[in-house]
């Protein structure tokens, strides 16, 4: 599920988020201590070799994810999918895990979402899969609503995008909608099938498995050629491999641009220490409070509240995430700049692969 995100519209230092958590303290929230150990997540981090995730050693680190980027690619989706299979067959175990993400377009006009789209074609240990996404143009949590007869634009854009791009893999999927949501069902009842990204009008992805690893190589080479053969930046994830297979896989793109993720268990007060080590360039995200609103804010609705810092080079900025607005949008925003003291902006994270 995407959130609604507001983040502080300069830059601040460290000392004055530990400020602003001090703040948030007295107001009776409870909040990260600078030596108490927290786990902060690091994305898009460019690397110039599989091996200089060693420079967090320091630090324990999970779900380290290394992202081959191709930038402007022009090629056969089909053979590059089939060339990382055939990589990954060579180190595939348990734990490993590999995805191609290719963007498509949606042929009918959309007003609700954006005409592009993605899919993943991607192997596990056992099985390939096939995901397809839908970015909406605005963020509809679930609980909030839109007014009639606008949420059926939602509805219709929603189904037929996920329609055509159900017809186009040929994949035994159906759509509906039931109590004003889109419904996706398989009539493959013995195939693990999962929808995810939930709103409030229903998914915003599928992901189909199949035991057969080959199955949806030509169909997702339809789906990707949707894209008009313009170039397309393709990103690849690999989860779980050695060094040796990360370094093979690398070898198989000219001058692929590398970049890790992963989450990482430090200290708050080390957060400076970690994000000088993300070099040239990486975020990393931490949570500073965790809260319902309706403790602070008892005439709004009850949300999920996260604040928490961002760092990029060298920078931080304060965020603060909700799982639905509590007042109005403005009202929102006011309440949430009078708890922090200081000036947002509503900057919801792109939908990227």
Known sequence: MREHRWETQSALSFEELL????????????TMHPEKEMIAYVEEWEVSHPQDIQTLDSWVTEDVTLLQVLEQWEGDFFLLAGRYHTVFQNYQSVNTYCSIAHPWTIQR????????????????????????RLHTTEIFTPGESVES???????????????ESIETLDLPIQVDISQQKVVLQTTRPETPFFCSWPDAFGPCQFEFNSPDPFEFLVPGSRLAATWNDEPANIRVYLTGFPEKALVHFTQMMELPNLRYRCSIHCCLEEIV???????????????????????????GIDAAAIIGLVGFEGEFRLEIRLNQHPLSRPD?????????EYPLIYAPLPAFP
Do not use: M
């Open 332 to 340: 929102t925003t006011k309440w949430l700049e009078n708890l922090v």
């Open 149 to 163: 007869p606008r949420e059926q634009f939602w509805l219709v854009d929603r189904q037929e995008a996920f329609r």
């Open 19 to 30: 400020t602003i958590t001090d703040r948030l303290r007295s107001l009776g929230l409870t």
């Open 273 to 299: 220490e970690v994000e000088e080590r993300l070099v040239p360039r990486g975020r990393i995200y931490g949570s500073l409070a965790e809260f319902q609103t309706k403790s602070h804010l008892p005439e």
């Open 109 to 132: 006009p959309v007003a609700t979402l954006h005409p592009q789209a993605s899919l993943w074609i991607g192997f596990r240990h056992t099985h390939g899969f096939i995901r397809v």
